[in-house]
């Protein structure tokens, strides 16, 4: 899987008959500036994870979806745009494209689960302007958490005490 800067990449991967690609796009900027907000803030440096957005496209598909993610002392605050598919090989096009956000508590265990998540939330838009406005509005959610609760806080909330993966 490619990861490529949202700077970098081209909007049709996610939205190919995007008519008012720089609105789109002005929207989505905002939401990179949230991302590498949050990563100040909880002392990250841009180039690692918390760099901004980024297209993950995998090899020898046209399609991506757009992740943004920060992560300090346990946590990982992530947030995603994307089009839902059935499987794998579901090569759709939105609309609808979902974004979704997550606080989650990475799991310490041994054999980790994948992680505890904390607060959420998912939403589901059918035009790519109601998408990146709404991953605006899912940014913005994220760095308010980080910024109005530390991470002891949040640590403190996983009450999940998994048992790690099965095989």
Partial sequence: MDAIPLSQGDLRWIFPEVRDPGTVRGALSEADAQVRAL???????????????????????????????????????????????????????????????????VCDQVRECGGHILAERAETFTTPLEAAGGLVEATAWLLERGITEPPASWRSRDGARCRGATP
Avoid: K
């Fill in 39 to 105: 990563a100040r803030h909880l002392g990250l440096f841009p180039g690692g994870v918390g760099g901004g957005l980024e297209f993950h496209r995998v090899e020898g598909i046209v399609v991506a979806g757009l992740f943004g993610a920060a992560e300090a002392e346990g946590l990982a605050f992530t947030a995603e745009l994307y089009f839902p598919r059935r499987c794998l090989w579901d090569l759709r096009w939105g609309p609808p494209w979902e974004v979704t956000a997550e606080v989650m508590a």
